[in-house]
């Protein structure tokens, strides 16, 4: 598997990052938002957030002092196929 492929798993291994996901999805929010809403320090939210960005899941844009994260959708659909692909896989090999 690629690093690309372990960082995504590793990305979504975590309840944390994929409660940050599921926020995401409704809409893009910056971090001390992310961070209020789960009650969670903002250093430990930023490490959060780095770890989705190193997987490509989500994406940051600048919006005066604040960053603004969204959901890299393409990248979600993406992992999505390709788990499907295991899985498929999966069930052939035990047939």
């Known amino acids: 598997m690629s690093t690309q492929g372990e960082n995504?798993?590793?990305?979504?291994?975590?309840t944390q990052r994929r409660k940050i996901l599921a926020m995401l999805r409704r809409s893009e929010l910056p971090a001390g938002e992310i961070a209020g809403k789960l009650g969670l320090t903002p250093a430990t939210v930023s490490h959060h957030l780095a770890k989705l960005k190193s997987a490509d899941l989500v994406r940051t844009r600048r919006e005066?002092?604040?960053r603004i994260?969204?959901?890299?959708l393409s990248v979600?659909?993406?992992a999505l196929v390709l788990l499907t692909r295991l899985l498929h896989s999966e069930k052939e090999t035990e047939q």
């Open 64 to 66: 005066g002092q604040s």
């Open 76 to 78: 979600v659909e993406e």
């Open 69 to 72: 994260y969204t959901l890299n």
């Open 8 to 14: 995504l798993f590793k990305a979504l291994a975590d």
